[in-house]
């Protein structure tokens, strides 16, 4: 069963922000699927990955995530 989680992500002023939050996270294994709302600053992510990976795969993107 995949689970589904919300992030609200800071820092993302474009779409080219967005598109780098996408492919940060979209590299970790167990996402099936995820989406990135530039306009409330929030990232869905469904799968089986740990909420660690995610957060340090914002982070390292460059961007801020609760």
Do not use: P
Not at 25 to 44: F, N, P, R, Y
């Amino acid at each position: 069963m995949s689970n589904n989680t919300t992030y609200t992500v800071a820092g993302m002023t474009c779409g080219s922000c967005a598109t780098k939050v996408t492919e940060a996270v979209s590299d970790l294994d167990g996402v099936t699927h995820l989406a990135v709302d530039l306009a409330t600053g929030t990232l869905v992510v469904t799968g089986e990955v740990e909420q660690d990976q995610v957060r340090e795969a914002v982070t390292a993107a460059g961007y801020q995530v609760s």
